[in-house]
């Protein structure tokens, strides 16, 4: 079968992108771009509220330069001069010589980078006896808690993967379309 049903379009060699593997993501107009960044930016802002209740220093790597598992097999496509230009570059120790937490961040639409989603522990749980229950895959709020991947550096994240769904995000340009 060669259908030519001119559903999925390419995007331009200029693009820059540095995996053959995330797609392009476009909508139709200015607000539409503006309203989606703006519920992942919020998304995200939760997202580290969660893992860092005190705060920490992070900055968004382009989502062009975001690579996948897929481009880590193979060697010759990402050098390790990929990891120093986009993730190492400002990394800083402390005076006691340790890592200072400087988190890089994007998102990706890939479930098999973001294999960590968090759970909610009930306040009586004491890490034994737990019933299978104790463990909730939604926060006290009942929304699902964000699956998410690392890149590490001794057992530091450097970069994280912040997963969203397509589903998700189309939600958000219809919402708005409607308003």
Known sequence: MNYKLNIIGTRSANSAFESIYV?????????????????????????????????????????????????????????????????????????NCKLKLKIKWSITFDDKCTPIQLVNLPPSYRGYKHKLNDFSEKDTQGRPHRKYGTIEINGKPVFYYIYFTLQEILDVAKQKSIQ
């Open 23 to 95: 797609p392009f993501v476009s909508f139709a107009n200015e607000e539409q771009k503006k309203v989606i960044e703006n519920y992942i930016s919020l998304q995200v802002d939760k997202f580290f509220e969660k893992l860092y209740p005190a705060g920490v220093i992070r900055t968004q790597l382009s989502y062009s330069k975001l690579i996948t598992e897929e481009d880590f097999k193979d060697f010759k496509k990402v050098k390790i001069a990929y990891f120093y230009d986009n993730l190492f570059y400002d990394l800083e120790r402390d005076s």
